[in-house]
């Protein structure tokens, strides 16, 4: 079985502040890793993911996240927030067996001019 | 611009009545997914195709949901009859799944359909 947790429910930064979303995995097989972010009212837009290449991956808007298979971890950070950024943010996991989409229960970004 | 299409956006129906959600997804992907957003649940997975086969339907309810696509261009689901605790939004995504590597298996979601049921 494969699934996810995020850390953290709600994260408030400053902008210009870095940004830290967490994010764990569990997962029987390789997993393809994923993170999604969701504008209010609005469907869901790929940020990032990572498919067993680089472990550091670089996504859309500044973002990036960290591939750590010691940890069972795939953090997102982005090093300096916009008020832009302001969002739900799920971390997602795919196995190479099941190929479905496991999210998480999502983390609220708020950004504070 | 290659998008998931989602119809209808909005919809509100009586307790009982019959709901239709359709989706289109992006031409060429060979995998449909139907999620259900809610506040107390988050996004579950309803149930997803690939090459317009059923691959699983575990994650709803049998006696009144059911999923399908007619053809490649077109995947539906029913709520007969409708509750109100199916009020949510549903989301459609599709994705181009391959068996070699590199291993393609994002997602690209439609807007959603906001069902309220009352």
């Known amino acids: 079985a494969q699934s996810v947790t995020q850390l953290d429910s709600h994260v408030s930064v400053s902008e210009g502040t870095p940004v830290l979303l967490r994010c764990n995995y569990s997962s029987s097989y390789s997993p393809s890793l994923f993170w999604y972010v969701q504008h209010p009212n609005k469907g869901l837009q790929l940020l990032l993911k990572?498919?067993?290449?680089?472990?550091l991956v670089k996504g859309i808007n500044g973002f990036e996240a960290e591939f750590k298979k010691s940890e069972t971890s795939f953090h997102l950070t982005k090093p300096s927030a916009h008020m832009s950024d302001a969002a739900e943010y799920f971390c997602?996991?795919?196995?190479?067996?099941?190929?479905?989409?496991?999210f998480g229960s999502g983390t609220r970004l708020q950004v504070q001019p | 611009d290659a998008r998931v299409t989602q119809t209808p956006r909005h919809k509100v129906t009586e307790m009982g009545q019959e709901v239709t959600m359709r989706c289109q997804p992006i031409?060429?992907?060979?995998?449909v997914f139907w999620y259900r957003q809610t506040m107390m649940q988050g996004l579950e997975l309803l149930a997803y195709?690939?090459?317009?086969?059923?691959?699983?339907d575990s994650g709803m309810p049998k006696d009144r949901f059911s999923a399908e696509m007619p053809d490649a261009t077109l995947a539906t689901l029913k709520i007969q009859p409708s509750e109100p605790r199916d009020s949510a939004v549903y989301f459609c995504?599709?994705?181009?799944?391959?068996?070699?590597?590199?291993?393609?298996?994002?997602?690209?979601f439609g807007q959603g359909t906001r069902l309220t049921v009352v």
């Open positions: 997602v996991v795919s196995d190479t067996g099941r190929r479905a989409l496991t």
């Open positions: 995504a599709s994705g181009l799944v391959t068996t070699g590597l590199p291993r393609n298996t994002e997602a690209f």
């Open positions: 990572y498919t067993s290449a680089a472990t």
């Open positions: 195709f690939r090459n317009r086969a059923p691959l699983d």
């Open positions: 031409l060429g992907h060979n995998t």
